[in-house]
């Protein structure tokens, strides 16, 4: 059983930033790759950015020069640092992980998500 916790949502002005943290828990054999999603409301959920094992990164064109994703593999922790937020960034924001386990299993799990409020 893996468990996914994320932790540094909150409210922040326009421009702003914040720091999203992910810890994963569990019996893990390997982890392929951690990575961040979010849902507004009423739109589906969407890849924000992924980070797999070997170090590469992919954005989503609207987080391109203003996020970097990253990974602590010993940890088994993921971050997502926020820069020049707007309005538009509002949504809960959902935590991946996919790692192959016993017998090389695969499979993908999903924390509880955290909400991020940009506003003035």
């Known amino acids: 059983q893996v468990q996914l916790v994320e932790s540094g949502g909150g409210l922040v002005q326009p421009g702003g930033s914040l720091r999203l943290s992910c810890a994963a828990s569990g019996r893990i054999t390997s982890i392929n790759s951690m990575g961040w999603y979010r849902q507004a409301p009423g739109k589906e959920r969407e890849l924000v950015a992924v980070?797999?094992?070997?170090?590469?990164?992919n954005y989503a064109d609207s987080a391109k020069g203003r996020f970097t994703v990253s990974r602590d593999n010993a940890k088994n922790t993921a971050s997502l640092q926020m820069n020049s937020l707007k309005p538009e960034d509002t949504a809960v924001y959902y935590c991946n992980l996919v790692g192959t386990m016993n017998w090389g299993r695969v499979a993908n799990y999903w924390g509880q998500g955290t909400q991020v409020t940009v506003s003035s």
């Open positions: 980070i797999t094992s070997g170090g590469n990164t």
